[in-house]
């Protein structure tokens, strides 16, 4: 807070988020979730407040999952070993200070998952505020989508109750309704963005060919004719102005292209499983590997990386319904809106060069986790809602837009939690060891007595 006053900026998506707090209306390119918060917090004209907040969030996010540990019986100090990842991690800590939605997507899920797991049968009202934090979480992340289906089939695996799980599917599906009903409003369609096509298409262009394909007449604009295995990452190649879906009149962001760019991508999808599978597979390795890639391009990846120089910011650029990145900083924040402090920036530099989980350990949690499922018996199916929930937080980007790695960074409370309740049943064994050698032990000291003339009467 000290090297950095304010906030951390990336690039289109912060100016976005920023320009929908200040002129707030459905976009079709991205939800709102993350610009309403903005816009309660707008009045303090403070960015040093929203990334307060953010920092916040993330030290509650550890909190939460050390506490749900405790509850099921994990001692403090591997409760505590377990949460320092969540806690020290250099990234976890940066994207906290960007403008970006990440952070209170990961709150509003870590707290939706301690309300599930904190009793084996929530009361509904517990599973209605949970569902609602869900479904206000797809709206500040649409990756957050997948998680509704996760949450509802660990209640149902629990045994919740039909009551807990009729509350938070309405829970998770009442902010969705609302908002698709504001966005009817703009737009004349019920929905919540109408970008899923574009990001569909830019997944399937790693790897689809047309040959294969054979789509029908009105996709083969979209088809690319280049060599799948040089075309560029997804993240990179659906913002460039002379790919496909940007060249078909209206623009790739329109209910009928939309729906075109989702029918091709459904079609590779079908027409080439195998490649659809290896390019999930290929962004797994990527989040668990001992590299750092400069990925889905080398400039994307810095920005996650404390800056030496203060941000220059673009002029004459409309963001979110007008305004430009600069004016509209200004006008949330009247104080400079980059700043560069030393030696406290260099500092958190140096330390962001060491301190950090590298990728194979995040794989060597996720592997734990999914072992807990195996041998955790009682709480089984606490560790089965905790590993679900990272693994679909890690996968779900990557198979429906690309692979990021500030889409990873939310992964990690939950693969923390999973390799926790991993370790439960090690101390549930220690105990019955324990007790068992005292029997044995004492029992052993009864024969000794008894055995031992002098205690004879």
Known sequence: MRGYPGVLWFTGDSYFYLGGALRPQPSLSKTLGYSFLLQVLEPFHSLTLVAALQHLMGLAVAVLVYALLRRHGLPALPATAVTLPILFDAYQIQLEHLLMAESVFTFLIAVSVTLILWRRRPLWWVALFAGLLLGYAVLVRSAGAAMIPVALACLVVRRAGWRACVAAAVGAVAPLAAYAVWFHSEHGRYGLTMSDGLYLWGRTSTFADCAKIRPPEAERPLCLYDNPPGRIAPGTLIWRKEVPPRQIPGGPITPENNRLLRSFALHAVK???????????????????????????????????????????????????????????????????????????????????????????????????????????????????????????????????????????????????????????????????????????????????????????
């Open 271 to 457: 027409a080439q499983p195998g490649d659809y599978a290896d390019a999930i597979r290929q962004g797994v390795e990527m989040a668990v590997s001992s590299q750092r890639f400069g990925y889905p391009n080398p400039n994307t990846e810095r920005l996650y990386h404390f800056r030496e120089r203060p941000q220059l910011f673009p002029g004459g650029r409309s963001w979110a319904g007008g305004g430009t990145a600069l004016s509209d900083a200004r006008a949330y924040d009247p104080g400079p809106p980059s700043r560069v402090v030393e030696p406290y920036a260099g500092r958190m530099r140096r330390y962001q060069q060491n301190v950090f989980l590298p990728g194979p350990a995040l794989g060597v949690l996720l592997v734990a986790g999914a072992a807990g499922i195996a041998v955790a018996h009682r709480r089984r199916t606490a560790a089965l809602t905790a590993w679900s929930a990272a693994a679909t937080l890690l996968v779900f980007p990557i198979a429906t837009a690309d692979f990021d790695y500030r889409y990873v960074v939310p992964t990690l409370p939950f693969a923390c939690l999973a390799a926790g309740l991993a370790l439960t049943p090690l101390q549930d064994l220690g105990r019955v060891a324990s007790r068992r050698l005292t029997r044995w032990w004492g029992s052993r000291g009864s024969l000794r007595r008894d055995s031992d003339p002098a205690t004879e009467p």
